[in-house]
Nanobody, 128 residues
Framework: QVHLVESGGGSVQAGGSLRLSCAAS????????MGWVRHAPGKEREGIAI???????NYTDTVKGRFTISQDNAKNNLYLQMNSLNPEDTAMYYC??????????????????????WGQGTQVTVSS
């Protein structure tokens, strides 16, 4: 089991930037994906960015070109650089890991269901 702890959330004005971090311990050889999921009040959880162990990164259209997911070589830390933030980005952001090999396939909704380990979340609030 992978233990995940997010940090870096906060309040920022529209157009600003934030960098989220996720400290991962117990990272297993069978962890194939790590990613970020956000959950805004009244909305469904939204998978927004993902890294697969054997392939490239992927982003949902709502954040593509603005957010960048990265991971350190030791795979102890996952990051999400968020630029050009807007109020629609306001949500609780979760770091997640998946032991499913096909974790980066299918719809973004199916990707979210394949995560097996979750952090506690960090709040991001963007004001206009």
């Amino acid at each position: 089991q992978v233990h995940l702890v997010e940090s870096g959330g906060g309040s920022v004005q529209a157009g600003g930037s934030l960098r989220l971090s996720c400290a991962a311990s117990g990272y297993a050889a069978m962890t194939y994906c790590m990613g970020w999921v956000r959950h805004a009040p009244g909305k469904e959880r939204e998978g927004i960015a993902i890294i697969h162990r054997y392939s490239d990164t992927n982003y949902t259209d709502t954040v593509k070109g603005r957010f960048t997911i990265s991971q350190d070589n030791a795979k102890n830390n996952l990051y999400l650089q968020m630029n050009s933030l807007n109020p629609e980005d306001t949500a609780m952001y979760y770091c997640a890991a998946s032991g499913w090999y096909d974790c980066d396939s299918g719809s973004w909704s199916s990707r979210v269901t394949k995560y097996t380990d979750w952090g506690q979340g960090t709040q991001v609030t963007v004001s206009s």
